[in-house]
């Protein structure tokens, strides 16, 4: 069968994955952030590459905006920061600008503006047990198992275990080796993955570098170092001791 074209001269090898192309983009893509409008104006996902093209001046762009204006991963421009600072700065009026992003605003600070003063920022974290269980018709112990193996969205509303298991792990694969490093991260893929499994084991418990440290033929700072980007990449949350003696809460 003869290749079909559509969508921006995109080319297909058959026509049942035109249609399932179509089918995406009416379902997902033209619905997605409904509140604004994915092909708004005022709309850019940094993975989208017609919104990267039209952010190549961002001056002469976001400039001439009015009303909210949404970027979506941000954390792979952070040298719109400059200009988000001086944006910011020419208007008291306050929701200016929606910055979405998959990495801390201190990891962020290394490579651009920190916009101190002018933002504040709200983690939001994946499914808990009470979005859940509010569900039509859920259940809270099974919607405590689901989240046990599904806590992100797409795992949680996948069609089975294995689809749920099979999203996670190529997510976690392609955080290791295509996200840290943009943010600058040079880690070795196959040793974070290494660690993030053994990390793993430790959900709930007393953290210890000592163990893991020795299983992996590295030094304690090192697999710190290793924990410390994965809370940065907000792929972790590290609960800190308590101690009424402050100096011994930050030395442990």
């Known amino acids: 069968m003869s290749q079909s074209e559509l969508l921006d001269g995109g080319n297909f090898p058959s026509l049942e994955e035109a249609c399932l192309k179509i089918s995406h983009y009416i379902a997902y893509i ?14 850019f996902d940094l993975e989208y590459p017609p919104h990267l093209q ?17 970027i979506d991963e941000v954390q792979l421009r952070p040298g719109l920061f400059p200009l988000l600072r001086v944006l910011m700065d020419r208007s ?21 503006e920190s916009l101190l003063g002018r933002v504040e920022t709200v983690e939001v974290a994946g499914f808990d047990l009470a979005e859940a269980a509010a ?30 298991a099979a999203w996670c792990s190529h997510a ?17 893929a196959p040793a974070m993955l290494r660690f993030w499994s053994m990390l793993a084991h430790y959900h709930g418990q007393v953290w210890s570098a000592a163990p ?8 304690e700072p090192t697999v710190r170092r290793y924990l410390d980007t994965l809370t940065q990449t907000l792929m972790v949350r590290q609960l800190q001791p308590w101690h009424e003696n402050l100096g011994k809460r930050q030395v442990k």
Do not use: T
């Open 30 to 43: 033209q619905h997605r952030h409904s509140a604004l409008g994915y092909q708004s104006p005022n709309y």
């Open 54 to 70: 039209r952010l190549e001046q961002p001056a002469q762009v976001l400039e001439g905006l009015r009303g909210l204006v949404v």
């Open 92 to 112: 008291d009026a306050p929701g200016q600008f929606l910055l979405l992003g998959s990495a801390s605003p201190a990891l962020l600070r290394q490579s651009g």
């Open 135 to 164: 569900a039509p018709g859920a259940r809270v112990d099974e919607a405590a198992a689901r989240l046990w193996v599904r806590g992100y969205p797409r795992a949680y509303l996948a069609a089975s275990d294995e689809d749920a």
């Open 172 to 188: 976690v694969s392609d955080h290791v080796r295509v996200d840290m490093p943009q943010f600058g991260l040079n880690i070795a």
């Open 212 to 219: 893991i440290a020795q299983s992996m033929g590295v030094s």
